[in-house]
């Protein structure tokens, strides 16, 4: 038999010494997509070269009966010394361990994954879900939050510097902009008492409001699988937050009108010069409705036949209160602007 020359492609029936060299003239054989170049060192380990003249090392070995195949790396990115080395690696994990390869490194790129997601989660913040909230969180029973307290929710996260609609100036930052930056996982009874305390320096009262607002956040966020593990819902209840908050004891006896100042009243909103404003100040305190019920009403709200009014409720859809003959007689004198113009 005659000796193959150097320049001749190696025998792929035979295996083989790797070396730069042979795997250089290493072709595919016509009519076929792929071959394999068997090595004589490391068993399991090949060189497949395409049609095309693509090479790769690969890794090929039986476990249970089946075939299992892998990728080490391309020719010649890999060099000779490392992919014996993968091969080697490879061949030791089959035979002592009975493990397929693949699944080893599907299940190392899964744990890589999901440590990806948890310090991605670790790194959540406030701000990243407080769309999310705007969008989702309204009160159960409710198609949607009342106008103003969205707007006060809007107005306690908005950063300031805005130019006021009413009046000169900027907005200033809202109380609950600084939290915005803090991740979920350090929202704790410290950071919340550190915060509502620097707040209550610019109003205690305003801060209390908005402690009651991001408690709220807390709830919503607690009811969502995805971030219940982010978030400690008990940290704005805290005993060591709430025997800070301003007595709202003090503030009811103050929020009310006196008989005696009933007249002054009735006086000062025929002053203004608008008489659906005027009306509506007297209408709050008439029926005793919230200022956002009866800033929400509306004339197929208003039954004069029957002498009653249809208010939305904060806790029920909606509720009737009686419609007195003088609240009639302000509102039959008001310009009927309906819903559809």
Known sequence: MARPKKDD??????????SAGIIDRLTCPAGVLKAFLRDKDVTGLRVRVTARGAKSFVFEAKLNGKAISRTLGGYPLMTIEEAKAQARELARMVKNHKQDPREVERQQEASKAAQVEAEKAQSRTVGDLWPQYLEEGKPKRR??????YRADIILMSSPGGIKKVRGHGFTRVGPLYPLMAMPLTQINEDTLKAWHENEAK??????????????????????????????????????????TLPSTKANKRKDCLEAAQLPGWFAGADTLGNRTIATYLKA?????????????????????RWSRLTLADKVNDTRVIPLSPYLAQLLATLPRVTTED
Do not use: C
């Not at 492609?9 to 790797?18: G, Q, S």
């Not at 699988?225 to 209840?237: C, H, I, K, Q």
């Open 202 to 243: 610019q109003g205690a009262d305003y801060a209390a409001r908005a402690l009651m607002i991001f408690r709220g956040f807390l709830r919503w966020a607690a009811s969502k699988p995805e971030y219940r593990s982010l978030v400690n819902r008990a940290a704005g209840s805290a005993p060591a937050i709430l025997d």
């Open 9 to 18: 492609a190696p025998d792929l029936r035979d295996t083989h010494e790797l």
């Open 284 to 304: 709050l305190v008439l029926t005793g409705a919230r200022r956002e019920e009866m800033a929400g009403l509306r004339w197929e709200d208003v039954d004069f």
């Open 143 to 148: 198609p949607a939050w009342k106008p103003r």
